[in-house]
């Protein structure tokens, strides 16, 4: 079993920056994939972004060049650099940890306010 928490989230003006965090516990956390998803009011969670174990990443295409995906094994916690962030960007950022390649662990979510 493993637990996610999720920090960082708040209200920012259209340009500025966030990093949101995950702290996850277990011993394993090393092992798992990791990803942020998000979701807007009345539309479905999209992946933002992915890490592996090795820490080889994908973006989506909205967020590429803007945000970035770190993870810190030592201290079982994965990051999101926001940058330039957009109105459209405002969100509840979920974390979450995959097992076998599915995502089966999710974070209770940060809300993300981006005002223009």
């Known amino acids: 079993q493993v637990q996610l928490v999720e920090s960082g989230g708040g209200l920012v003006q259209a340009g500025g920056s966030l990093r949101l965090s995950c702290a996850a516990s277990g011993r394993t956390f090393s092992r798992y994939a990791m990803a942020w998803f998000r979701q807007a009011p009345g539309k479905k969670r999209d992946v933002v972004a992915q890490i592996s174990w090795n820490s080889s990443t994908y973006y989506a295409d909205s967020v590429k060049d803007r945000f970035t995906i770190s993870r810190d094994n030592a201290k079982n916690t994965v990051y999101l650099q926001m940058n330039s962030l957009k109105p459209e960007d405002t969100a509840v950022y979920y974390c979450?940890?995959?097992?076998?390649?599915?995502?089966?662990?999710w974070g209770q979510g940060t809300q993300v306010t981006v005002s223009s």
């Open positions: 979450t940890a995959a097992v076998s390649g599915s995502y089966v662990y």
